[in-house]
Nanobody, 121 residues
Framework: QVQLVESGGGLVQPGGSLRLSCAAS????????MGWYRQAPGKQRELVAT???????NYADSVKGRFTISRDNAKNTVYLQMNSLKPEDTAVYRC???????????????WGQGTQVTVSS
């Protein structure tokens, strides 16, 4: 009933910028928290940033000051603005959205398919 479509990934040089988008669609009644996770080869999946329904944000220490998470409730979309990118930011990024569907009884987490971000010179 719900689909998450991610976009904005790609190849960028160190110090460059990139903006990721994740748009939710389907039988959505309401959305609570939204966030971004990433996983690099040989590493565990890690939290990058989250944003609550009230706009409160949280960031991993490794990206604080460089990344900004935001949301557009009218578009059911969460964004991740990534500045001053480093090679260690290279990973598959996935969005995570807590959604209650129409006639649903509770909120459930939904995951995007993932978008590749590669930072290399």
């Amino acid at each position: 009933q719900v689909q998450l479509v991610e976009s904005g990934g790609g190849l960028v040089q160190p110090g460059g910028s990139l903006r990721l988008s994740c748009a939710a669609s389907g039988s959505i009644f309401s959305i609570n928290a939204m966030g971004w996770y990433r996983q690099a080869p040989g590493k565990q999946r890690e939290l990058v940033a989250t944003i609550t329904s009230g706009g409160s944000t949280n960031y991993a220490d490794s990206v604080k000051g460089r990344f900004t998470i935001s949301r557009d409730n009218a578009k059911n979309t969460v964004y991740l603005q990534m500045n001053s990118l480093k090679p260690e930011d290279t990973a598959v990024y996935r969005c995570n959205v807590d959604i209650k569907v129409y006639r649903g009884i509770s909120y459930q987490p939904y995951w995007g398919q993932g978008t590749q971000v590669t930072v290399s010179s």
